[in-house]
């Protein structure tokens, strides 16, 4: 497993609470779709349904 520094999760997290999706995530830290997911999962965020309308900023 590659190491990944906490602001970075810290980062995905919050982005993603904020109404980032996951695709947008993905690209902004080249990370692969299911790490990015298995980080979120990890922390405890709640997932969005597949197609899910974005969260408004």
């Given at each position: 497993m590659h190491?990944?520094?906490?602001?970075?999760?810290?980062?995905?997290?919050?982005e993603y609470l904020a109404g980032r999706s996951l695709r947008e995530l993905?690209?902004?830290?080249g990370r692969s779709h299911g790490a990015v997911?298995?980080?979120l999962e990890r922390a405890g965020a709640p997932r969005r349904g597949r197609g899910a309308s974005r969260v408004k900023r």
């Open positions: 190491y990944l520094p906490k602001d970075v999760k810290t980062f995905l997290v919050r993905t690209e902004i830290t997911r298995n980080i």
